[in-house]
């Protein structure tokens, strides 16, 4: 007999057997990584201590329950309950057809408040970006503009796929529009996305400094030029602002 572990079936099972699994020991640690104390990103949150591999294992049993029930997982109180239906949720897009992809994005833009932590972002988020790639990205704008702080990272983190391609005005532009931001997480994502322009093409990232490195956050101008020679970091941060 094999030894392979069985589908999960139902929303039901796939959080019985994460929370079967579950670590206090962990679980502590986590509550202190993702900043889940009172009046930080993540006030409030849940952890059962588990390990990104531990959530990815059980993902991988779960990939053919249908999305009422990713929607359920969604709505759990567990950290890596969420974690597992996003992870489903990447899983069924890569071998979905359009109709099913539409589906998925859809469910994904309903619970965006449920996406509530940076992991949780920067795990799933490339559902949206090969979504848009060949379609209006409108949606990524308004999202920029969110209330939401988990929204503006999905906004542009999501560029990453475009990026990729080489395709970078989006990726620009929105982080223009967050340039301004008051989280530390956003100064992060943004300069990370343009560290990402300028692993392909460091002439227009520093394009974009040269515009606009008086306003940056100091936190993502030096994520943004860490890749940059020695010299042209300590250049860039010596500039008078």
């Given at each position: 007999?094999?030894?392979?572990?069985?589908?999960?079936?139902?929303?039901?099972?796939?959080?019985?057997?994460?929370?079967?699994?579950?670590?206090?020991?962990?679980?502590?640690?986590?509550?202190?990584?993702?900043?889940?104390?009172?009046?930080?990103?993540?006030?409030?949150?849940?952890?059962?201590?588990?390990?990104?591999?531990?959530?990815?294992?059980?993902?991988?049993?779960?990939?053919?329950?249908?999305?009422?029930?990713?929607?359920?997982?969604?709505?759990s109180p567990w950290h890596e309950v969420r974690l597992c239906a996003l992870q489903i949720l990447v899983g069924k897009f890569r071998r979905a057809g359009e109709e099913e992809r539409r589906d998925?994005?859809?469910?994904?833009?309903?619970?965006?408040?449920?996406?509530?932590?940076?992991?949780?972002?920067?795990?799933?988020?490339?559902?949206?970006?090969?979504?848009?790639?060949?379609?209006?990205?409108?949606?990524?704008?308004?999202?920029?503009?969110?209330?939401?702080?988990?929204?503006?990272?999905?906004?542009?983190?999501?560029?990453?796929?475009?990026?990729?391609?080489?395709?970078?005005?989006?990726?620009?532009?929105?982080?223009?529009?967050?340039?301004?931001?008051?989280?530390?997480?956003?100064?992060?994502?943004?300069?990370?996305?343009?560290?990402?322009?300028?692993?392909?093409?460091?002439?227009?990232?520093?394009?974009?400094?040269?515009?606009?490195?008086?306003?940056?956050?100091?936190?993502?101008?030096?994520?943004?030029?860490?890749?940059?020679?020695?010299?042209?970091?300590?250049?860039?941060?010596?500039?008078?602002?």
């Open positions: 007999m094999s030894d392979k572990p069985l589908p999960l079936a139902d929303a039901a099972s796939v959080e019985a057997v994460l929370i079967s699994q579950k670590n206090a020991k962990q679980a502590e640690h986590h509550l202190r990584f993702f900043k889940t104390a009172p009046g930080e990103y993540g006030a409030g949150d849940k952890f059962l201590g588990l390990t990104v591999p531990q959530v990815r294992a059980v993902a991988k049993r779960s990939l053919a329950l249908g999305l009422i029930d990713v929607g359920r997982l969604l709505d998925i994005v859809g469910l994904y833009l309903k619970n965006t408040a449920r996406i509530n932590n940076w992991d949780l972002v920067d795990l799933s988020v490339s559902i949206l970006g090969e979504w848009f790639a060949d379609k209006d990205r409108a949606v990524l704008y308004e999202m920029a503009r969110s209330q939401l702080l988990w929204e503006r990272r999905m906004a542009m983190v999501g560029t990453l796929t475009f990026i990729k391609k080489g395709d970078f005005a989006d990726a620009l532009a929105i982080a223009e529009m967050l340039l301004s931001d008051s989280a530390d997480l956003m100064h992060k994502a943004v300069g990370w996305m343009l560290r990402e322009v300028g692993k392909k093409d460091a002439d227009v990232l520093r394009e974009f400094l040269a515009r606009h490195y008086r306003q940056m956050p100091r936190t993502a101008l030096r994520y943004a030029i860490e890749r940059f020679p020695d010299d042209e970091r300590r250049a860039w941060l010596l500039k008078p602002r």
